[in-house]
């Protein structure tokens, strides 16, 4: 824990040092920073222990660009070479296996100096440099098969989207940081339209690092990942507050969002005009069982409620009984477990109680539950969509991912349904069964996707899901909604 908190100080450095690497790992410091820098700073011998195990870290995926951009077998390293690897090996601490985290503690001890001296000759360059901007331009593919009766298959143009995001990054100060993110999405051929031209913020918050006793405080618009490992989960636009805290090996989340906007928003709760936005409140502790094992349990409580479709158009729910519920409260518990170095298991189960249910086909008490074995385990454990499959700065990176999901009609609240946004179709009031919208209800189905670093920085993603009906006595007997395919070309620079 002291080696740890000594890398805590010297991970101030690390927006500069991180920035002073391309995505393949080349410097960019100011020349005359450099300089300064490399002639401060001996060479670190060929027959180092340092080069076998940066090396090590570099296989890992841990320390990328290594082999091609710093020591090619016929140069030696300077320390503040080495010690700027270091440093973006640090940052990778907390998703390192054991073993790899001892390697990193060793090299950190070894070039504690350099890092110390570094960060002071850079500090000047770090005071001017608060801002980054990134981008993402993703191309992708659409299709599903519309089974169920008077759904409708993707057809033309609609087959086809572009989206294209650019991000914010922004140090306020040592403790306040900023993320903001423009997005615009259009259907091939839909320029001029306003879903071709219009550029929204479907991100902009603050964190506060150390703040009124927390860990972390997040206000403003992200996405939402504060309950579950995002079977309660949304990609965009959630407006509100989640709060950290840590107390040994227990980690405390607590949130109050906006998960459904009022009525003139284009995420509006249907059939709403009250202005009034739908809020979800949530409490959550997440343990460390072990090395590798995670274990999580928390409480809901949501004003969100459940409506009915008729034959599948409209309503909030994938059900026809004309049954509805006014609010939901609920529990869920969940785990992540590694298997090996290789593997990973996630899982999560939720139990809700509905409130003011009218009618006698629904069940006020729903169950949910979802499971996904997957290779990424270099990622922070969560479902396939809330978190990558590969790495886009490493070349020839694969990653796959399986998971099935059964979820009871009402048992999440609409809205922040976790693998909604997966499940393509055409979407809106007049649309008979929307999977897009209503993926995480009524619906059981598995899900497989792959992905490939095809070039530097170039992602290769593909998607397919089979979804049927969870209690065909809610739908009249409709049980099949048909697959559902996604193919995506994503870039990143």
């Not at 000047?124 to 599903?144: D, F, I, P």
């Not at 090395?291 to 409480?299: A, E, P, R, S, T």
């Amino acid at each position: 824990m002291t080696k740890r908190k000594k890398l805590a100080k010297w991970l101030k450095i690390a927006p500069v040092v991180l920035m002073a690497i391309t995505m393949s790992g080349t410097a960019i410091v100011p020349s005359t920073v450099q300089a300064a820098l490399s002639q401060s700073f001996n060479d670190v011998p060929a027959k180092h222990w340092a080069y076998a195990a940066v090396t090590k870290l570099a296989q890992a995926g841990i320390v990328t660009g290594y082999d091609d951009s710093y020591y090619r077998g016929d140069r030696t390293l300077t320390r503040y070479e080495m010690a700027v690897i270091v440093a973006k090996a640090m940052d990778k601490y907390d998703t390192a296996s054991d073993a790899n985290k001892q390697t990193i503690d060793k090299l950190s001890a070894e070039f504690a100096s350099e890092l110390n001296k570094l960060g002071a000759r850079v500090a000047k360059v770090e005071a001017k440099t608060n801002t980054w901007l990134s981008a993402e331009t993703r191309l992708r593919y659409l299709g599903n098969d519309a089974k169920a009766p008077g759904a409708s298959k993707l057809h033309g143009s609609d087959n086809f989207e572009i989206r294209q995001r650019i991000k914010i990054n922004a140090n306020i100060n040592e403790n306040i940081s900023m993320t903001a993110r423009a997005n615009a999405s259009s259907k091939v051929g839909n320029y001029g339209n306003a879903d071709g031209t219009a550029l929204t913020f479907d991100i902009f918050a603050l964190t506060a690092k150390n703040a009124l006793g927390f860990d972390s405080i997040r206000a403003g618009r992200f996405p939402y990942d504060s309950f579950t490992h995002c079977f309660f989960g949304k990609a965009i636009g959630v407006d509100g507050v989640r709060i950290d805290k840590t107390i040994g090996t227990t980690r405390f989340t607590g949130s109050v969002n906006n998960i459904v906007g009022n009525g003139t928003a284009a995420n509006a709760f249907p059939g709403s005009a009250t202005g009034d936005a739908k809020t979800l409140s949530t409490a959550q502790l997440n343990f460390k069982a072990s090395n590798k094992v995670n274990v999580m349990g928390g409480y809901y409580w949501s004003d969100v409620a459940g409506t009915s479709s008729n034959a599948g158009v409209g309503g909030t729910m994938n059900i026809t009984t004309g049954d509805s519920f006014a609010d939901s409260k609920g529990w869920a518990i969940g785990f992540d477990a590694k298997l090996g170095d290789k593997l990973l298991l996630i899982g999560d189960y939720v139990s809700t109680n509905l409130n003011g249910v009218t009618g006698s086909n629904l069940s006020d008490s729903p169950k949910g539950w979802a499971v996904e074995l997957t290779n990424a385990t270099k990622f922070p454990p969560a479902f396939f969509g809330a978190k990558p499959l590969v790495d886009y700065k490493k070349v020839n990176d694969f990653g796959w991912s399986v998971s099935y999901r059964s979820v009871e009609a009402g048992a999440i609240p609409y809205g922040v349904g976790g693998f909604d946004g997966q499940a393509v179709s055409y979407a809106g009031p007049n649309v008979a069964w929307p999977t897009l919208a209503k993926g995480t209800d009524n619906i059981k189905g598995v899900f497989f996707a792959v992905a490939k670093t095809v070039a530097k920085n170039v992602i290769w993603t593909t998607e397919v899901q089979d979804m049927k009906i969870k209690d065909t006595k809610l739908t009249g007997g409709v049980s099949d909604l048909g697959k559902t395919y996604t193919s995506k070309i994503e870039f990143y620079y």
